[in-house]
């Protein structure tokens, strides 16, 4: 049972444009989101987050946006650099801080910038 | 400042066999997780260590065990090894009072299950 969905594999962008990365969730008891990004060869690295409190954060070129009625959230990428281009991991937890929060992830989304 | 660090970054092992993962965590964290990737997938949750107990743990079965040592490095052990196991396995540390769900991966150690 996948509870924190990508149902988007792969997303090609031109550079300078906006990429738009999509991410749905089921467990209504989820109250922390974040993006990771990975490259080949490397651990993931951690980009944003957004409590459930919010309904969007902003952290330079990237904002998170959180619909909990939806259960969706999305990551905004503007402007979008061929340095972005990576794999993309949504995840939840179910608690915000503390020692014992777990994350659940995504399957990933490949986004490619093309120069 | 040494990020967190796993080794080996590859292995090969057959079916049946065991095999022992090492992470030492970023400098100042004190909680260890780690994580399986399998090709394609996003990493899943196996278990989380903090003051050298297990404190959270994943569905994965007992051929999963872990250890938290005093500094704070860990090490994965899988025994009787399947060809399903083969997989990259993530490390990530936090500091624990300030934890926001915001980990520290290490590169991976890639296990291929021949």
């Known amino acids: 049972d996948q509870q924190v969905k990508q149902n988007s594999p792969s997303l090609s962008v031109q550079e300078g444009r906006i990429s738009i990365l999509n991410c749905d969730y089921t467990n209504s008891m989820f109250d922390y989101f974040l993006w990771y990004k990975k490259y080949p060869a490397e651990g993931p690295t951690f980009l944003i987050s957004i409590s459930s409190i919010k309904d969007k954060n902003e952290d330079g070129r990237f904002t998170v946006f959180l619909n909990k009625s939806a259960k969706h959230l999305s990551l905004h990428i503007v402007p979008s650099q061929p340095g972005d281009s990576a794999v993309y991991f949504c995840a939840a937890s179910p608690n915000y801080g503390g020692a014992t929060n777990k994350l659940i992830f995504g399957t990933g989304t490949l986004l490619a910038v093309q120069p | 400042d040494a990020g967190v660090t796993q080794s080996p970054t590859h292995l090969i092992k057959t079916r049946g066999q065991q095999v022992t993962l090492r992470c030492s965590p970023k400098s100042g964290h004190d909680t260890v997780s780690w994580y399986q990737q399998a090709l394609g997938q996003g990493p899943q949750f196996i278990f989380q260590y903090y003051e050298e107990e297990e404190r959270q743990r994943g569905n994965f079965p007992d051929r999963f065990s872990g250890h938290q040592f005093p500094n704070y490095s860990s090490e994965l052990n899988v025994n009787a090894l399947l060809l399903g196991d083969s997989a990259l396995y993530l490390c990530?540390?936090?500091?624990?009072?300030?934890?926001?769900?915001?980990?520290?991966f290490g590169e991976g150690s890639r296990l291929t299950v021949l």
């Open positions: 990530a540390s936090s500091k624990n009072v300030l934890n926001t769900g915001e980990l520290f």
